[in-house]
């Protein structure tokens, strides 16, 4: 799959405070990703790639991507709501509404992320 294909992951797309909310509620169930991505940026386009590239089941479900470019207001809530530095590309894994896991750029991989 390269960069620039259409993708058949799941992803739950992230795009106001209402989806927020509901990825906090969502990670007392079962661990989530989110993934914040910039799409004029190559590195996260790679980092999104590895993410869809997994072929095996995984302990994560839930999915979360966050476009930076259109929704920078909910990447600053998320850094306030979860005490984590602003990056891209990002992935944090929240579990009972805290982050348990905060990789960014060449560390973003399933190996890292589970």
């Given at each position: 799959m390269g960069w620039f294909s259409s993708s058949s992951f799941n992803w739950i797309e992230l795009n106001n405070e209402n989806g927020l909310?509901?990825?906090?509620?969502?990670?007392?169930?079962?661990?989530v990703l989110l993934f914040k991505h910039s799409t004029r940026c190559s590195i996260s386009s790679m980092a999104k790639n590895r993410i869809e590239s997994v072929k095996e089941p995984r302990e994560i479900e839930g999915?979360?991507?966050?476009?930076?470019?259109?929704?920078r207001d909910i990447?600053?809530?998320?850094?306030?709501?979860?005490?984590?530095?602003?990056?891209s590309p990002q992935v944090l894994?929240?579990?009972?509404g805290v982050c348990?896991?905060?990789?960014?750029?060449?560390?973003?991989?399933?190996?890292?992320?589970?």
């Open positions: 909310d509901h990825l906090i509620k969502s990670s007392f169930d079962k661990k999915c979360f991507l966050l476009d930076l470019i259109k929704h990447s600053n809530e998320i850094a306030s709501k979860f005490n984590v530095i602003h990056e894994v929240i579990k009972d348990v896991k905060d990789l960014s750029h060449s560390n973003i991989s399933w190996d890292n992320i589970s």
